[in-house]
């Protein structure tokens, strides 16, 4: 089995722990201290459960031990896939405890995109629930775990147990190892994977709590504070940006939102007394749109974070007006860099930018196509490194080579302008890496599945500008000879290929020709720029 490591050149380790960056802090600690100083505080709300820090701590503990009674070790990896329930973080929190890895999965995944990561991680154990929106999640378990060699357990969550999905997997928390090294790794999560499937992400204990750490400073997070989780719990923004993790570090309550819906998701804003939530931009808009209308009362709510995607400025100076809080926009990502406007900053810095760095040892690089520094105010790629961005991506080292430079900075694929404050406004991508609601997407992943169809000759997958989704797919289409595919036909296809449903075209084109360049390759560029024009000649109509 192939090692998992993230490690950071010595002297900048030593740095990062001199300025108390690293503090030596893991998550199976951070989860005993809480319920040692707040055992009765309510930790999570969600699913018709209702659990304190100690209850929390009890139940991790008893899974965690479990999960070594039915013959896991310290150091597997394990698959979880489960939807925004109670579960997930007992499951997560086991795993800690038990000295073993989670690897995490959303729950739009399918069997491509598990058995990937299962075999790329080398997961022995998979953790999911019976079903999340009607879909069979424990069938396809079980398929994969006859598929795959390496795993050798298949966890499965009951439903409608109020919180007790997990509880027949139980043992002894005396059989729990010792807490692990801050600096290994704590788990893995998944890249937006640019050019195909997703890469691996190895985030430490000292480098990910430094980062949920200052995100819950600089949120203004404390022991009173109620952050309803609405996007999928797996996601590095709902976990650490502050997330559920930041809630938990600062001794807060986390209340799992159970669809984001404005009718469900304002009623739980008033119920429970919330004080902070996060949204990708299509969610806030419909959240926007509802307010509007119906000029709900939130009290409470004093923070909307908005991340993911580019959130407008039209938009954004909607949020105050309606929903009567502070914008907060995000911008960061699953390798580590988080920007944010400060709570305190202007408001016009608040609704044209997405923020600025945690970290002042977070080094920036804005650069041209030669990787050439450009001026303060200029646009360019936008490159970094610092205490809490990876230096590698796991057994990917074709990846490694194409996202990192030499000095170790992580090539985003952002493009980006830097104001002389520091703040950061993302102007796109500069791949072929779309960036739909939150979700990032592979146009080269798309177009392979298109053309495994067997009356489709070529394809080429490029993004078009959306006012709800931020960017939505778009697919041309070429087909072989004498053939006329159907769009709904090429979706259909798509869907029985067992891929993530937010990676079929939103809309798909069939053409006679694709334009090339002078050297016979597709022309990706202006194919963007006829559907961008194109785009703008609809909504000026």
């Known amino acids: ?105 959303l729950p739009a995944h399918r069997k491509v995109e598990l058995s990937h990561l299962l ?3 080398e997961a022995a154990g998979i953790i999911t629930e019976r079903k999340i929106g009607g ?11 006859e598929e795959l060699p390496d795993l050798r357990h298949v966890v499965v969550s009951e439903p409608g147990r109020a919180g007790e999905g997990l509880a027949h997997v139980a043992g002894d928390a005396a059989a729990l190892p010792g807490d692990p090294d801050p600096q290994a790794v704590a788990f893995l999560q998944i890249s937006g994977g640019s050019t195909g499937l997703s890469k691996l992400i190895p985030r430490t204990h000292d480098d990910y709590i430094y980062s949920l750490r200052e995100s819950a400073r600089i949120c203004g997070l404390h022991g009173q504070s109620v952050y309803m989780a609405v996007l999928p719990v797996a996601h590095n923004f709902t976990m650490s940006s502050p997330g559920w993790l930041g809630v938990f570090y600062a001794g807060g309550r986390v209340v799992l939102c159970p669809d984001p819906r404005p009718e469900t998701s304002f009623a739980m804003v008033r119920d429970e007394g919330v004080t902070i939530t996060a949204l990708v931009p299509p969610l806030a808009l419909r959240w926007l749109e509802a307010a ?43 390798e580590g860099l988080v920007n944010y406007t400060r709570l305190d900053d202007p408001e016009e810095v608040i609704v044209s930018t997405q923020g600025r760095p945690i970290s002042p040892d977070d080094e920036i690089r804005v650069v041209d196509d030669e990787d050439r520094e450009v001026a303060t105010g200029g646009s360019g790629h936008l490159l970094t490194r610092g205490p809490y961005t990876i230096r590698a991506y796991h057994a990917a080292p074709e990846a490694n080579a194409k996202s990192f430079t030499a000095e170790g900075f992580y090539r985003t694929g952002d493009i980006v302008r830097r104001r002389e404050s520091g703040h950061l406004e993302v102007l796109g991508r ?61 979706r259909g296809f798509m869907r029985g290929r067992d891929i993530a449903a937010f990676k079929i075209p939103d809309e798909i084109r069939l053409v006679s020709d694709l334009g090339t360049t002078a050297v016979g390759k597709i022309s990706r560029r202006e194919l963007r720029a006829q559907l961008q024009a194109q785009a703008s000649e609809t909504e000026a109509t």
């Open 292 to 334: 509007e209308a119906e000029a709900p009362e939130l009290p409470t709510l004093e923070v909307l974070q908005v991340g993911g995607a580019k959130f407008l400025p039209g938009a954004a100076r909607r949020v105050r007006p309606a929903l009567g809080c502070r914008l907060q926009q995000v911008f960061g990502m699953a």
């Open 430 to 490: 500069a791949s072929d890496h779309i960036n739909r609601a939150g979700e990032k997407i592979s146009a080269e992943e798309i177009e392979d599945h298109l053309i495994a169809h067997p009356d489709v000759l070529d394809a080429v997958v490029v993004s078009v500008p959306d006012p709800r989704h931020g960017e939505r797919t778009c697919a041309f289409v070429l087909p072989r000879e004498g053939a006329a595919p159907e769009a709904r036909v090429l």
């Open 119 to 121: 075999r790329t991680s």
């Open 1 to 105: 089995m192939r090692p998992v490591e993230q490690t950071w050149p010595a002297d900048l380790a030593r740095d990062y722990m001199a300025k108390g960056y690293w503090r030596g802090e893991t998550f199976p600690a951070l989860l005993r201290a809480r319920a040692a100083a707040h055992p009765e505080r309510i930790a999570m709300k969600g699913g018709g459960a209702s659990w304190s820090y100690g209850a929390l701590l009890q139940r991790a503990e008893r899974f965690g031990a479990g999960l070594l009674a039915l013959g896991l070790r310290p150091g597997d990896r394990v698959l979880v896939q489960m939807g925004n329930v109670p579960e997930f973080v007992e499951a997560v929190f086991g795993l800690f405890l038990a000295g073993m890895l989670p690897v995490y999965a």
């Open 135 to 145: 879909f069979d999640h424990a069938a396809l378990a079980g398929e994969l775990a």
